[in-house]
């Protein structure tokens, strides 16, 4: 779809915002809220039952401010055993998606979208990978995590839809609402329904990554870690 969306009125945005405050029991922080435009688009694309995946490069708290484009360094798969260093825009390190997540979360929490405990469970989920692996695998977890909101989510839904309409059809119902279809698939990204794509997406290319950068010597939670070396049979440039 391409096009103009009519911008929320004030009560409408008034209105999404009491259910925040509802649901939480208090107002939305501030370095957590949306811009009008913001809201307006993902409420738009909710009510087409299209995926709501946002660029954490360009989305994030504080929109109508001057846009900042944030660049990363890192390693990324190319085949069996072999990387290459690449640059790509978006949130550096954990922290930086943090900030980006809680305004996304803050708009499915007003939006009715998705459970406020789903959205926790996939945060610590991120934080739990990244704490594990570390900081030089920041690059390989942001990617999967990307993939998880913008391929994997979407595939999910459908096969909820599939299994749901199979299951009636037998007679038999399944415990999924057709009129909020991501709350069942943030739930299941974050527990042992979505345990093969993280593994497949970042924890088996972390350990490699890892094992190349130990072997190495190289300082991987340090202040001057150093470059991989180019020539070896792990990494290449």
């Known amino acids: 779809y391409t096009g103009a969306v009519p911008l929320l009125s004030d009560k ?16 939305c922080p501030p370095e957590q809220k949306l811009s009008d435009h913001q809201l307006t688009v993902l409420q738009y694309v909710l009510l087409l ?67 406020v ?35 994997e989510m979407p595939a999910m839904r459908r096969k909820l839809i599939s299994d749901a309409e199979q299951i009636r059809k037998a007679g038999g119902e399944r415990p999924y609402d057709a009129n909020r279809p991501l709350a069942m698939v943030w739930s299941m990204a974050s527990t042992k329904d979505s345990n093969e794509f993280w593994t497949r997406e970042f924890i088996d290319p972390a350990v490699l990554v890892r094992l190349e950068l130990k072997k190495l010597g190289e300082t991987v939670d340090g202040d001057a870690p150093v470059e991989p070396m180019s020539h070896g049979p792990h990494a290449q440039q």
């Open 117 to 151: 405990a789903a959205l926790g469970r996939y945060a610590e989920k991120i934080m739990k990978l990244a704490r594990d692996y570390r900081s030089k695998t920041w690059i390989l977890l942001y990617h999967a995590e990307v993939r998880m909101r913008l391929e």
């Open 12 to 27: 409408e945005l008034i209105d999404i915002e009491a259910v925040y405050e509802e649901r939480m029991e208090g107002p």
């Open 49 to 115: 039952l299209m995926n709501p995946f946002v660029d954490f490069a360009i989305f994030g708290p504080f929109q109508h401010r001057l846009r900042r484009k944030l660049a990363l360094a890192g390693l990324v798969p190319t085949g069996p055993g072999t990387f290459r260093k690449v640059e790509i825009k978006g949130p550096p390190d954990l922290e930086s998606w943090l900030l980006c997540f809680r305004v996304l979360r803050a708009a499915l929490i007003m939006l009715k979208a998705v459970g």
